[in-house]
């Protein structure tokens, strides 16, 4: 349904155009994505730099979409208000906060090499009627870094093929174990982040209470769950036996994770 709020001011279901319309800093992250991989490709001046644009833009790009994928099917399921929160423009600042949208996960990629959930959408769930819709909406997310993954895997499957240096498809392994990572501990039946969102609303109300309790301190679970060594090593295992499974070569990311950290160099 479309009709007009002001004259030249279209609305979809009510709200306006613009709320649809992808931001400036998103399109800047896409425009500086494609540069720095055009930049890798030729091996524009400092290589390691240009592969470290190359996969922190791309990663940022990836968690815009990973966040609108969240906001769509809140949407489409009858969180109307969502577009006009902003969620629908694809700007990373909308997003929480500029410190848990971006700066914190991309500190994790450099330090860790792990696809770090970034920020969070916020959705009225009384808006939107039906348990298995509330679970979609969660599922949303991780399904876009499982998407990314499949696509990132295919490329550096059939890519080199083509010919082109070897920082590229680095940069490209990297960015698919990030997705990689990401898919993993989004799908974490940890409370708060989106594997426990999706299974919340099937809880009996005594155990939702118990989860609604511990969900706003999700974050610092994840951390405390991977600062275990025990529980580190099973992370990665899992990591790694997935990657393997999937063809993505280990010597590949390895070399991108090395490239991206070109102060070392």
């Not at 613009?18 to 998103?26: D, E, L, T």
């Not at 974050?219 to 090593?233: D, E, G, K, V």
Request: proline share 8%.
């Amino acid at each position: 349904m479309t009709g007009y709020d002001r004259p030249g001011e279209p609305l979809v279901l009510g709200v306006p155009r613009a709320a649809f319309r992808p931001s400036p800093i998103f399109l800047a992250l896409v425009a500086l994505f494609v540069a720095s991989g055009v930049m890798t490709w030729n091996r524009y001046g400092n290589v390691g730099f240009d592969v470290f644009l190359f996969v922190v833009s791309g990663w940022l790009v990836s968690l815009c979409l990973h966040e609108y994928a969240h906001a769509v099917v809140a949407y489409r399921a009858g969180d109307r208000d969502i577009a006009h929160r902003g969620y629908l423009t694809l700007n990373p600042l909308k997003y929480t906060s500029p410190l848990l949208s971006i700066v914190l996960p991309v500190v994790v990629v450099l330090l860790g090499g792990i696809g770090l959930p970034g920020g969070a959408v916020w959705v009225d769930r009384h808006a939107i009627p039906g348990r298995l819709r509330h679970t979609l909406v969660s599922l949303a997310g991780p399904a876009t870094n499982v998407l990314f993954t499949l696509l990132l895997v295919a490329a550096v499957a059939w890519g080199p093929e083509l010919g082109g240096p070897l920082e590229f498809w680095a940069g490209i392994g990297l960015l698919a174990f990030l997705q990689l990572t990401a898919s993993v501990l989004n799908l974490l039946p940890v409370p708060g982040l989106d594997g426990g969102n999706m299974l919340q609303p099937w809880l009996s109300p005594a155990y939702r209470r118990m989860y609604d309790l511990f969900a706003p301190y999700g974050f610092i679970l994840l951390f405390a769950l991977l600062w275990s060594p025990q529980i580190n090593r099973v992370f990665f295992g899992a990591v790694f036996a997935v990657g393997d499974a999937l063809g993505l070569p280990r010597e590949l990311y390895q070399i991108g994770y090395a490239l991206i950290r070109f102060w070392e160099s």
